[in-house]
C-alpha cells in the first residue's frame, strides 16, 4: 500500500510534468515499427505507395510492388533508401498470377528477413453493365483484387505464425460494404475481401497477428482519374466540374480522402494500440457510407 507521503509525493511529480503534454506527445509519435518488413501490393503509385511511406517513416524495411518504368522504379527505391534510411527492395510479380505472389513472399523473406506486415492493396476497375461485362475483365478484376489477397497471406501467414506477430491489412472500399452499378467485378471483390479479412482475423485470434481492410472512399489516384476522365467525356463536362459531380454523387464530404490518410490509417492498424482491433472493415469515405 503506497503511504500518504508517497500518494503526495506522486502527485507533486504529476503536477510538475503536465500529464496534457504527455499525452498530446505520445498521440504524435510515429509509432515504432523499426525492423519489421512489409510488403506492399501495388505500391508503385496511389495509395499503395502513401502507405509504403508512412510505414518507411515508422522504420519498416519495405518491398515495393507494382507496375512502372525502370526509371520510376529506381526514382522510388532511391527515396526509400535516402529519405526514410530503411532496407527496400522490388518486386515486379503481377498478383494476378499466383506463382509470381509465392515468389515475391519468398523474396521478401529471402531479401528483406521475411514479411511481417502484408498489405493487399494492388488493384484495377473495369465499368460496365453486367450483362456486358467482358468475361476477361471479370476474371481480371477478380483475381487481381480478391484472389491475389486470398494467395499472399496464404504464402506469408505461416511465417507470422512462426514469429507470433504480422499485421494483415486488406485494401477494400467502400464497394466492399455498398454497391454501385456497373462495377460488379469489383464490388463482388472487394465484398469478398471484407469476407477474406474476417476469417483471417477469426482464424488468428488467439495469436499476435491481426486481420483488417480499409475501405476507402475516392481517393484522387490514377484509378479515379480514369473515372472523372470517362465521366467528362460522357457528358461534355469540364475536367473540374466532372470531378465536383463524381464527389457529389457519392460523397457527402465533397473532398477527397488521400493517399498519406490512408497511410496514417494502415500505420495505426499495425500499430501496438490496434493490437485488438481484428476483423474491421474501417471506412475512410468522407460519410459515404453513412448515407
Ligand atoms: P492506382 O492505379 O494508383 O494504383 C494501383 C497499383 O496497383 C499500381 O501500383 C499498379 O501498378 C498496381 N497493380 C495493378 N495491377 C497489378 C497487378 N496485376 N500486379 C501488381 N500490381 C498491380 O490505384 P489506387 O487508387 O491507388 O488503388 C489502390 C487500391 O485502393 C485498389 O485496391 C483500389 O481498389 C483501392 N481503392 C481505391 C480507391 C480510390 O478512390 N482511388 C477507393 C477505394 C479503394
Known sequence: MPTVFQYLDDTTTMLRQPPLDAVRHAAERVPDLSGKVALVTGSTSGIGLGIARALARAGTHVLLNGFGE????????????SQHAVKTAYSAADVSKPAEIAAMVAQGERELGGVDILVNNAGIQHVAPVDEFPIEKWDAVIATNLSAAFHAIRAALPQMKARNWGRIVNIASTHGLVASAQKAAYVAAKHGIV???????????????????????????PL??????ALAARDHLAPDAARTKLLGDKQPSLEFATPEQIGATALFLCSPAAAQIRGIALPVDGAWTAQ
Open 70 to 81: 525502370q526509371a520510376l522504379i529506381e526514382q522510388l527505391l532511391a527515396e526509400f533508401r
Open 195 to 221: 469476407g477474406l479479412t474476417k476469417v483471417v482475423a477469426l482464424e488468428t485470434a488467439t495469436t499476435g497477428i491481426t486481420c483488417n481492410a480499409i475501405c476507402p472512399g475516392w481517393v484522387l489516384t
Open 224 to 229: 479515379v482519374q480514369q473515372q472523372i476522365d
